[in-house]
Every structure is written in structure tokens, then in C-alpha cells.
């Protein structure tokens, strides 16, 4: 256990006066991995945008989530074509998924805007970031309302890697360089890696 001072904490409470609960929330669950979702309109628009609330749902089956605070144009999209693609965001694509960020017109395709290469995907409708290091094809399996937020299921169709990344068949979390997101403009690296295994119960039952 932490052998260092404490600090008397300070409490703050959603909803009384001056409190922004949202701000507090990002700025302490962190780091957040960030979902850089390309996705396509009715009509084949493309769009490109990152959500930084995301994470994996299920193990079996494989599904992940990601939010949209508030209807943006990644939630029409995935409700019209039931498709989208997360690609993960490595240190050097920092400014190009920090640009797709702008709120741009639904028509205006955030790639095509920027030059960020796309390519077809290996399964679903929607392309994927030529740059990035691994991407996630997802069919939609549910949404699910929650307050101002819409959080989005997919059903993982297909998992594409760049061979770069892989080390003996498995993803090299060095290689792989995921950015995060952290409070207010900050957006953190991978950092140190400490290797730490899951103790057996004989190591903790008395």
C-alpha cells in the first residue's frame, strides 16, 4: 500500500452550482483510448471522426462500444448503414485524428477534407485509415440511450493488423503506439510498460 501523505479530499457533487461533472470525468478516468471511427451516410458519404469513450463490451461474443456525446454524424451514419470501422490512433496520426475533430458540415467527408488515406475494408462497407496500425470492423449489434449519450455496440466482424505490429503472431503494445485522450487538450502516449501477473488464489487466501 501507498506509504505517502494523503490530502484531505475535496467533494464534488453533479448538479449543485458550478460543478461541471463531464469536465471532472475525463480529467480523472484516464487515459482513454480513443476510437477513430470511419463510418458511411445513406448516400456514401464518408465520414471520419474520434470518440474517446470506448472499450471492449464482450468477450464472446467480440463486441465493442464507443459513445456519441450528444446525435453527432458517426450515430446517423451507424444507425443508417448498421457499419462502421475503429481505427486505433498511433502517436504519429496525432494530428490528422485531432483535425477530423472539427464539427465540419454531415456532407463534408473529414478524410477527403484532411488527405487522410482511406482503403476498402476487408468486410464491411465502411474504409478503413490506410495509416493506421490496426482496425476494428463492426457491424452495429445495439445502441443504447443514456441521458444526452447514445452508446453504440458492434459486433467485431474482423480484426485487420499491420504486420509491423505483430511479435510472434501477437500485437506489440510498443509497436502499436496508441494514443489516448486525458483532460481537457492533453492526449497521452503509451509510456512505461510494467508486466505485473494476475496473482492465484493461494497467493492471497490466508
Known amino acids: 500500500m501507498p506509504t505517502g501523505p494523503v490530502s ?17 470525468l475525463i480529467s480523472v478516468v484516464l487515459p482513454r483510448p480513443i476510437a477513430w471511427v470511419s463510418s458511411l451516410d445513406a448516400h456514401g458519404v464518408g465520414n471520419l471522426a474520434p470518440h474517446s ?14 459513445t456519441s456525446v450528444g446525435r453527432k454524424d458517426t450515430l446517423a451514419n451507424v444507425l443508417a448503414t448498421e457499419e462502421f470501422v475503429v481505427n486505433i ?14 464539427e465540419v458540415p454531415p456532407a463534408v467527408d473529414e478524410a477527403l477534407l484532411l488527405g487522410i488515406e482511406l482503403e476498402p475494408s476487408a468486410v464491411v462497407g465502411p474504409p478503413r485509415v490506410v495509416a493506421s496500425p490496426a482496425s476494428i470492423e463492426c457491424t452495429l449489434h ?13 459486433l467485431v466482424q474482423a480484426i485487420t493488423v499491420q504486420g509491423r ?14 494514443l489516448s485522450r486525458l483532460g ?7 509510456g512505461e510498460i510494467r508486466e505485473v501477473r494476475r496473482p492465484r488464489p493461494e497467493d492471497v487466501l490466508p
Open 8 to 24: 484531505p479530499r475535496v467533494v464534488y457533487r453533479p448538479g449543485e452550482e458550478g460543478v461541471n461533472a463531464y469536465r471532472l
Open 53 to 66: 469513450f470506448f472499450s471492449v463490451a464482450s468477450a464472446r461474443p467480440p463486441v465493442v462500444s464507443f
Open 89 to 102: 490512433v498511433s502517436t504519429e496520426l496525432l494530428e490528422a485524428c485531432n483535425g477530423t475533430s472539427a
Open 142 to 154: 445495439a445502441t443504447v440511450e443514456v441521458g444526452d449519450s447514445v452508446v453504440i455496440l458492434g
Open 165 to 178: 505490429v505483430l511479435r510472434d503472431g501477437r500485437v506489440d503494445a510498443r509497436s502499436l503506439d496508441p
Open 184 to 190: 481537457g487538450h492533453q492526449w497521452g502516449t503509451l
